[in-house]
C-alpha cells in the first residue's frame, strides 16, 4: 500500500508539470507557426488588431482548455463506470452514452436550432442518460446480458443505431455540415463560450466523483460485500450515474464522441497506483487530461497542415488495448 500510495501522489505532484508542458506545446505547434515572443505578447498584452494574437487568444488557448477538460472529464467517467459496475470494458464511448448525447444534440439542432449553449448542455445530458438506460436496459432484459463482453457488444450495437440515427436525422433535414463537428470532435473549434459553460458542469461532476470515491472503492468488491459494510449501494450508483452524465455530456457537447479515454486511462491508473478509488479517481483526471492532449498534438502531425480528427489517435491506441482486455479477461467481471 505504501508503494500505491506513493506512485498516486507521484502523478499528482508531477501533475502541474505534465499540464504546463501540454498547454506549452498545444499553444505553439499548429498550422501556422508563431514565434515564442509572439505568443508570450498575446497573453500578457493582448492586441485585438495582430492576427497571431487573436489565433492565440480565441483558438488556441480555448482549444487546450477544452481538450483538458475533455480529457479529465471521460477519464473520470470511465473510471467511475468500472468501479460501479465491475466491468473493465465500461465507458462513455463503448457503452454508446456519447452516442446517446450525440442524437440529442442533433434533436436539438432540428426542433430548437435557435437553443441557447445552455439548453445544448442540458439536451446533451439527457442524451448520456438515454444511452446508459438502453444499453443497461437491454443488457438486463437479456441472459448473461449485463457480463463484460455481452454487455460491451450490447453498447457498440446501440451506440452504431444511436450515431447511425443521428446522421440519418442529419442528412433528412440537411443539417449534416452544422452537426459534423460532434461527429468527428474537432477540437480546434472549440468555442470559449461552450467552454466556459461546461466548465462548471465538469467541475461539479468531478467533485461528486472524489466524493464517492470510497464508496466506490468499496462497490467495487462486490453489491454484497458492500451491502454488508453498510454502503447503501444504490444511493451511490445513482449519484455515480449523475456525475457520469455531467462529465460525459459536457465532454460531447463541447467536441463531440471521442472514444476510448474513458478505457484506457483508468486501467493504466489501476496498474499503477492500485484499487483504491480515491486515487484512480483523481490520478484518471490527470492522466486522462494529459492523454487527451498529447493525442490533440500528435493529430496536427498526421496529416499537417491539415487537422486531423484526434479521436483517430485515441482509436490508434484504443482498439488495440480493447482487444488486449477482451482477450486475457475474456468475460469475466473483476474485484
Request: charged share 10%.
Amino acid at each position: 500500500m505504501r508503494v500505491t500510495n506513493l506512485t498516486g501522489y507521484g502523478i499528482l505532484l508531477t501533475s502541474p508539470l505534465l499540464v504546463l508542458s501540454c498547454i506549452i506545446l498545444s499553444i505553439y505547434f499548429g498550422a501556422k507557426s508563431i514565434d515564442i515572443a509572439v505568443i508570450q505578447a498575446a497573453i500578457l498584452q493582448f492586441d485585438p488588431g495582430n492576427l497571431d494574437h487573436q489565433i492565440i487568444v480565441s483558438s488556441r488557448l480555448p482549444r487546450i482548455a477544452g481538450t483538458l477538460l475533455i480529457g479529465g472529464a471521460l477519464a473520470v467517467s470511465g473510471a467511475l463506470m468500472q468501479g460501479i459496475t465491475r466491468n473493465y470494458l465500461a465507458s462513455p464511448g463503448i457503452m454508446g452514452i456519447s452516442d446517446g448525447s450525440i442524437l440529442a444534440v442533433t434533436l436539438n439542432m432540428i426542433l430548437l436550432p435557435q437553443a441557447s449553449d445552455l439548453e445544448l448542455m442540458i439536451m446533451s445530458f439527457a442524451g448520456s442518460a438515454l444511452g446508459a438506460g438502453v444499453v443497461y436496459g437491454l443488457g438486463a432484459m437479456l441472459p448473461g446480458g449485463l457480463s463484460p463482453l455481452r454487455l460491451a457488444v450490447l453498447g457498440a450495437i446501440t451506440g452504431t443505431f444511436l450515431s447511425s440515427l443521428a446522421a440519418a436525422l442529419a442528412v433528412y433535414f440537411q443539417i449534416s455540415q452544422d452537426i459534423s463537428f460532434w461527429y468527428n470532435a474537432r477540437l480546434h473549434q472549440l468555442r470559449p463560450e461552450l467552454v466556459e459553460l461546461a466548465l462548471p458542469f465538469i467541475i461539479a461532476g468531478l467533485m461528486i466523483a472524489l466524493w464517492l470515491s470510497k464508496s466506490v472503492t468499496i462497490l467495487s468488491l462486490g453489491e454484497e460485500v458492500a451491502i454488508s459494510l453498510g454502503q447503501r449501494t444504490r444511493v451511490v450508483k445513482i449519484a455515480a450515474a449523475g456525475a457520469v452524465m455531467l462529465l460525459t455530456g459536457s465532454a460531447v457537447a463541447l467536441a463531440g464522441k471521442i472514444a476510448f479515454v474513458g478505457l484506457i486511462v483508468p486501467h493504466i491508473v489501476r496498474y499503477l497506483a492500485g484499487a483504491d478509488y480515491k486515487w484512480i479517481i483523481s490520478c484518471s483526471g490527470v492522466l486522462g487530461a494529459v492523454f487527451l492532449a498529447v493525442s490533440d498534438i500528435l493529430s496536427r502531425f498526421l496529416n499537417f497542415p491539415f487537422e486531423t480528427p484526434v479521436g483517430v489517435i485515441t482509436s490508434l491506441v484504443g482498439v488495440p488495448f480493447f482487444l488486449y482486455l477482451a482477450r486475457k479477461k475474456g468475460d469475466r467481471n473483476y474485484a
